[in-house]
């Protein structure tokens, strides 16, 4: 499965960038494969796999803001691999054609 989600500190200092990225961290450690970008960060493996990263970043998180918001995406598809990247491999192709 691929699940999609950003984490706002709420409440805090204006600046979120340093715990944005102190959840980003604890993704790239997971070990799963992971994508961030400008709006989400994506991860991809099983359910409980990837739902244990997203609350592991969320706790981060929580445990120097006083309130964190949440929004969470998922395509669950079971035995499919390589989402991550095969999903976007498939529209490039399909745009090269014209």
Do not use: C, H, Y
Request: proline share 4%; no cysteine.
């Amino acid at each position: 499965m691929l699940i999609a989600f950003s984490i706002t500190p709420l409440g805090g200092d204006e600046s979120v960038g340093d715990l944005v990225a102190e959840a980003v961290r604890v993704v790239r450690a997971s070990g799963l494969p992971n994508r961030t970008d400008a709006m989400f960060t994506t991860v991809e493996g099983e359910w409980d796999e990837v739902m244990a990263v997203v609350k592991r970043a969320v706790d981060v998180v929580a445990a120097q803001a006083p309130r964190v918001s949440v929004v969470l995406k998922a395509d669950v598809r079971p035995g499919v691999t390589d989402a991550l990247t095969g999903k976007i491999a498939r529209i490039e192709a399909r745009l090269a054609e014209g």
